[in-house]
């Protein structure tokens, strides 16, 4: 078993950055992560990182895309493995 750290990052449409951060902060997922850190930055935009005990293919709870016109493109995610 590994530490992995999934990361998900969303821009938020014109002036709704304030809207996605509270959107991010209020998702919950089906099983708690270790650890869960939320980020913003210029630009409107959302980080979220979670850390897990798991492999690093191993099925874990993601948040979703948030629904509307919230944000400006797809969410990206990425997927990391602790090599420390």
């Not at 304030?18 to 992560?33: F, S, V």
């Not at 979670?50 to 099925?59: F, K, M, S």
């Not at 493109?73 to 493995?81: D, N």
């Amino acid at each position: 078993m590994t530490t992995v750290a999934l990361m998900w990052e969303a821009k938020a449409a014109a002036g709704r950055g304030e809207e996605l951060l509270a959107w991010a902060r209020r998702q919950t997922l089906a099983t708690p992560p270790l650890r869960r850190e939320t980020f913003r930055a210029a630009g409107d935009r959302v980080l979220v990182i979670t850390w897990w005990e798991a492999e690093l293919d191993a099925p874990l709870p993601e948040l979703p895309e948030p629904e509307g016109e919230l944000v400006t493109r797809a969410v990206h995610r990425w997927r990391f493995e602790s090599v420390g």
